[in-house]
C-alpha cells in the first residue's frame, strides 16, 4: 500500500470571493477599492486587520475612502457592515460610487495626451540622449480594466449553484461620477448597525459596547468566525465593517478608557474570523489631548492620514497645489505571519516606506501618486533649433543693420580711394593758392 493519500480538491477549503492569497506571506487579502492604496499596503489589506484613516479638517476625502471599500464589497459579493453616529449609513450606502463601464476614462486620456506631447519635446532635445532609451518612471499605479456590470439576477430553485459560481473581481475600476443602482443594493449583502433610540439614550449608555455586540452578532450569524468548524467544501464569505467617524463627540461613553477597550476587543475579534474593518477617526479634534491618538495607533494594524490643502495658507500659494490636493501619510503598515510588512518588496509607490506621496482627486478617481516639487520658475519649453519663421526675420535684421553701417566705413577703408585723394586737385575758377572755399580770395585783384 502507498503511504500517502491523493489530495481531494473538495475537501480543501475554498477562498472567499474576491480575495487572493499574498505572494510575501500567504496571507489572505482583500481589496481596499482604490489600487494605488492596495499597492501601498502590499497587495490589499489583510483579512482580520484594521485599518485606521485619520479625518481632514476641511475636507471628507476619509468617508471616500470608506465608500470605496464599500464599494469594493459590494461589487466582490462580500458583506458589508456600516456604522455611524454622525450621518445616516443608509444614505452613505446610497451615494456609492459604481463601476466605470469604459476601459478609458477622460482622465487618463489626457494623461496619454500630456505623454505623448512629453515624448515629442524631448525628441527634440539634443541634451542627455544616452537617457532615450530607458524605461520611464512611473509616479503612480494604472487603474485595472473597467469589471463587467453585473446584473442582479434572481435565483431560482432549479439553479443554485451557477449563481455561487460566477467568479468575482478582486479590485474594480471605479466611477465617481456614476451612482450605485437601487436594484444593486437590494441584492447586496449589507447591514446597517444601529443601536438605541433618542428617547431611549442617557448619559450612562456606552456606545462603543453597543457596537461591539452589533459586530460580534454580525460574526455569528454570518458564519464569519474562523473559530467555529464548518463542513468541508463550505464557501466561506468575507466580511467587511466600516465605521465612520469613530470618536466624534456624537459617540457616548462611560469613561475615556472605553474607546481602547472597544479598539483593543475589535482586533481580538476580527483575527479569529473572515473579517476586516477600516475606521475614521477625527484625529484633528484631540491635537490638544496627549498621547490618545497615539495609544488608538498601537491597537490598530494600519495607520494612515490624509492632509489636504484646502483651507491651508502655507500650501495654497505653492506651485504644487496644481498638481496635488494634498499629502498623503503612512504612518503604520499590516505585518501579519512576518517580521517586515510586505510592501518593502511588492509595493512600488512606498519605496520602502521612505516615499513622499500626494493624491489626486479627479473627476472620476481618487489616485496616490509619487510626490514631486515642479521645476522652478514653472513649465517651461527649452528650443534647441528656432522656428524657420523667426530666424528668416533675425536675418534680414542684420542685413538692414550691415546695410546701414556701410557707407560710413567705406571711404577709410579702401586703400586706393585714400592714394587718390592725395593727388593734386583741380581748382575751380576764381580760387587762388591761399583762398578758402565760399569765401573771396584776399589775392585776387
Not at 542627455?128 to 494604472?142: D, I, N, P
Request: glycine letters at 6%; one cysteine or more; aromatic letters at 6%.
Amino acid at each position: 500500500m502507498m503511504s500517502f493519500k491523493k489530495r481531494n480538491s473538495e475537501q480543501q477549503p475554498k477562498l472567499p470571493s474576491g480575495s487572493r492569497l499574498s505572494a510575501y506571506n500567504g496571507q489572505l487579502l482583500i481589496s481596499t477599492g482604490v489600487p494605488s492604496l492596495d499597492d501601498i499596503l502590499g497587495g490589499g489589506q489583510p483579512v482580520g486587520t484594521i485599518m485606521l484613516i485619520k479625518e481632514d479638517r476641511a475636507t471628507t476625502y476619509a468617508q471616500l475612502l470608506l465608500k470605496y471599500f464599500i464599494a469594493q464589497g459590494i461589487s466582490s459579493g462580500h458583506h458589508c457592515a456600516v456604522a455611524s453616529r454622525d450621518e445616516d449609513p443608509e444614505e452613505m450606502l446610497k451615494t456609492l460610487m459604481w463601476l466605470s463601464t469604459s476601459d478609458r476614462d477622460e482622465d487618463e486620456e489626457n494623461e496619454t495626451t500630456k505623454n505623448a506631447r512629453s515624448n515629442a519635446e524631448s525628441d527634440r532635445m539634443k541634451i542627455a540622449w544616452r537617457y532615450s532609451h530607458l524605461k520611464r518612471f512611473e509616479t503612480g499605479v494604472k487603474a485595472k480594466p473597467a469589471s463587467p456590470i453585473s446584473t442582479p439576477v434572481a435565483r431560482s430553485s432549479d439553479q443554485p449553484d451557477k449563481a455561487g459560481d460566477e467568479p468575482k473581481p478582486y479590485c474594480s475600476q471605479f466611477d465617481l461620477t456614476k451612482r450605485i443602482t437601487s436594484d444593486i443594493l437590494e441584492e447586496a449583502n449589507t447591514s446597517i448597525m444601529q443601536w438605541g433610540n433618542d428617547l431611549e439614550e442617557t448619559d450612562d449608555q456606552d456606545d462603543y459596547q453597543c457596537l461591539l455586540n452589533e459586530i460580534r452578532q454580525v460574526i455569528l450569524k454570518g458564519n464569519f468566525s474562523s473559530a467555529i468548524p464548518v463542513a468541508p467544501g463550505t464557501p466561506r464569505q468575507a466580511l467587511r465593517v466600516a465605521i465612520h467617524s469613530l470618536a466624534s463627540p456624537s459617540w457616548r461613553s462611560k469613561s475615556p478608557h472605553d474607546l481602547y477597550k472597544f479598539c483593543h476587543a475589535l482586533r481580538g475579534l476580527l483575527r479569529f474570523s473572515f473579517g476586516t474593518a477600516i475606521v475614521t477617526v477625527p484625529a484633528y479634534l484631540y491635537d490638544e489631548v496627549p498621547h490618545v491618538i497615539k495609544r488608538i495607533e498601537h491597537m490598530v494594524d494600519a495607520v494612515i492620514e490624509i492632509e489636504s490643502f484646502a483651507g491651508d495658507p502655507v500650501h495654497n500659494e505653492a506651485a504644487y497645489t496644481q498638481n496635488y490636493h494634498g499629502f498623503f501619510h503612512v504612518h503604520k503598515l499590516p505585518v501579519l505571519n512576518s517580521l517586515l510588512p510586505p510592501s518593502t518588496k511588492l509595493s512600488v509607490l512606498s519605496g520602502g516606506g521612505s516615499n513622499d506621496l500626494g493624491f489626486k482627486l479627479r473627476r472620476k478617481r481618487f489616485a496616490i501618486e509619487t510626490f514631486h516639487l515642479p521645476p522652478e520658475g514653472g513649465v517651461v519649453t527649452r528650443r534647441t533649433e528656432p522656428p524657420a519663421s523667426t530666424s528668416m526675420k533675425n536675418s534680414n535684421k542684420k542685413d538692414d543693420e550691415q546695410k546701414q553701417k556701410k557707407p560710413a566705413f567705406s571711404k577709410p577703408s579702401s586703400g586706393l580711394s585714400s592714394l587718390a585723394n592725395r593727388g593734386p586737385k583741380k581748382l575751380g575758377p576764381g580760387v587762388g593758392c591761399g583762398s578758402v572755399p565760399g569765401k573771396a580770395d584776399p589775392l585776387e585783384f
